[in-house]
DNA sequence: CCCGCACCAGAGAGCGCTCTCTGTGTGCTC
DNA sequence: GAGCACACAGAGAGCGCTCTCTGGTGCGGG
């Protein structure tokens, strides 16, 4: 520590005697309590302008037993959302920033911080619950990219303050936010058969996902309500290459005429494939995607897509973990948003 | 709090009783402090497992005046990197996450946590060093995407620890990382040269960034090498649509038959760019590209692009600062990777 | 005029930990 | 066998803060 200007920090203490006054006082002023006389404050104010007093956050800490610190935990296999960049592949894509973004400004204003942590593995797992237990954060938000992820258990079983992003796989007493799948892949089942497919397909993701599961049926009933019994389906992994791989297949069984696919990374995906055979994205082949993500404007034709309000989504879970903190005896809530089609060229 | 199971969670003097030692015993066992006899140790890891003993951060830090924890600061405009999704749109460049992924590597093996900020305003700049001082944050990670950012100058000023994510734009003594970007502009040009393109063009960043003027200069000279004296230019902002934008300039003013842009999202949008004018890439214009993103495999032809390895570089910048942390009293030192050129098929 | 009450500043304990310092027991040397 | 050094456990202070509790002051009412 370079201790050249400032031989120790000044401390509460300092600005007590300086300020002429108890630390008592200071600190009350400094925590912005009622009943402190005028004169008081202005004196305090003065002694911590003068000192470049700044609280200690360690301390304060012990003693509230709050750190004002949540956990954001990425807990995801390596492989499951993008492509060979090494090891903390899950945040190479986007959408993690996407929700990074979206947690921060409703932390921000409570003057609560994130940590990032990423649990791929047991003991990386187990470090998430110690990391709260010492008090370290008050909380964790999940987000999710694994299927059957242990974590959520866990977390609820050690009664520990959690929210998640996503529908957690089976049924826990905890809050979580997600977008309405069901209604997502109606959306695109609509717009797929008012362009007039008459043979449509999907690019699933992994359908022990619950989000894709749901996409899925959602997209299948819409379908069934519009006369159409049988959907083929190729599943993904949520890679641009899987989506190629997954339209390759798709087209070779079933000359379809429209698809949606799962996320904008594999409909920029059916597209490319869709492209290498010689046809004509959206005429000989309609393409729908999902999320609404920074991929969709980096294909031609530019993706018609069922856009995801990640950001407002991520807000709310912050949010709800922040009134869980406030009132601990809540009951668990879900906020479920509605996707809304985003029409741009792809279909 | 859920203090339905623990009234209380157990602290080291629970331990200290039940394992019939004293509290410092069981603190010099808990922090593997050598000189302590094996029946002691015995004794305390098993009064630590039956009491599901976890040290306070708090406590431990107030007394060590370590937080084991840094600050990862994301300074730039919100408009500088990605696009029109809302505020945090930094983050939702891949480019980021990619970088978070990098640190965590080099941060998770010696127990650092990573607390993510954003500093675009002057009070979030100021937050960034009160942050620090709270002895919240041992140090700071700043990853700066925006010209003249005055928050470099401000911890150096402050004496604090920082480690940058490339060069900072004027002079000073503090630690980064970089890659040689002079060095990844002539990649590019070599390339260019050597498929036989006569007239070749750039599509810069924005030209108070360093790195990206950097780009353009090694490009530049690597021309002259080649005797070619002249070499058009249009600026970007590292978008796709900025890409498509400058590309359409130089194609129309200078009828160019190789680009190098000077990041990927640019590069895609250059070969969008030239395919709405008809145009073949790579055989009528050929296009490299730089980072080796997530972006060039979502094109075809997928990217030809100068590497630049963002994860080591982020691990290494996170092995400075916490060498740094070690060992106070260090001179500043930069690490600069050497670029590769990744041969796909846009060049 | 004196008592009581409201209001607000200060004193002091203590949050859970680390670390220095002291004390004790052991093994060695002479 | 006495003295000494060494190894290791325990006692205790104190990190910087919050918060309860106490006590002093000034006012109004009886």
Redesign the pocket.
């Known amino acids: 520590m370079p201790d050249d200007a400032s031989p ?2 000044s ?3 300092d600005v007590a005697l300086v300020a ?6 200071v ?2 002023v ?2 912005g309590k009622a ?3 005028a004169h ?1 404050v202005e004196a305090v104010n003065d002694a911590i302008a003068r000192t470049g ?1 700044v ?2 956050r360690a ?2 800490s ?3 037993r709050r750190s004002d610190t949540v956990l954001v935990v990425v807990s995801g296999s390596d492989t499951s959302r993008a492509g060979p960049w090494g090891p903390g592949d899950v945040l190479a894509d986007p959408f993690f920033g996407r929700v990074a973004g979206g947690l921060m400004s409703s932390l921000r204003p409570r003057d609560v911080h994130p940590v990032l942590m990423l649990a791929v593995t047991d003991d990386e797992r187990s470090r998430v619950l110690s990391y709260v237990r010492e008090g370290s954060a008050d909380g964790v938000l999940l987000v999710s990219a694994q299927a059957g992820d242990p974590l959520p258990q866990m977390l609820t079983d050690a009664g520990l303050p959690v929210v998640l992003f996503s529908r957690p796989d089976h049924p826990l007493p905890l809050s979580y936010v997600d977008v309405n799948n069901r209604a997502g892949g109606a959306l695109a089942a609509d717009r797929l058969v008012e362009r007039g497919c008459r043979s449509v397909g999907i690019v699933t993701g992994p359908l022990d996902i619950p989000g894709a599961e749901d996409r899925l049926v959602g997209f299948r009933e819409a379908m069934a309500r519009h006369g159409v019994a049988y959907v083929p389906s190729a599943a993904g992994t949520f890679s641009v290459e899987s989506g190629v791989a997954a339209m390759s297949t798709l087209l070779a069984d079933h000359r379809v005429d429209g698809v949606f696919a799962s996320n904008d990374n594999m409909a920029v995906g059916a597209i490319l494939a869709a492209q290498e055979r010689g046809l004509t994205v959206p005429d000989d082949v309609a393409v729908v995607g999902f999320d609404d993500s920074t991929a969709a404007l980096m294909c031609r034709p530019t993706l018609t897509t069922v856009r995801q309000p990640i950001e407002e989504m991520a807000a709310e879970m912050a949010r709800l973990l922040l009134e869980r903190l406030d009132v601990p005896d809540q009951r668990p809530s879900a906020a479920i948003f509605e996707p809304a089609l985003v029409e741009r060229g792809s279909a």
Chains 1, 2 share one sequence.
């Open positions: 120790r920090v401390t509460l203490e002429g006054v108890s630390r008592a006082s600190s009350r400094v925590n009943g402190v006389a008081i007093y609280p200690n301390a304060r012990l003693v509230t």
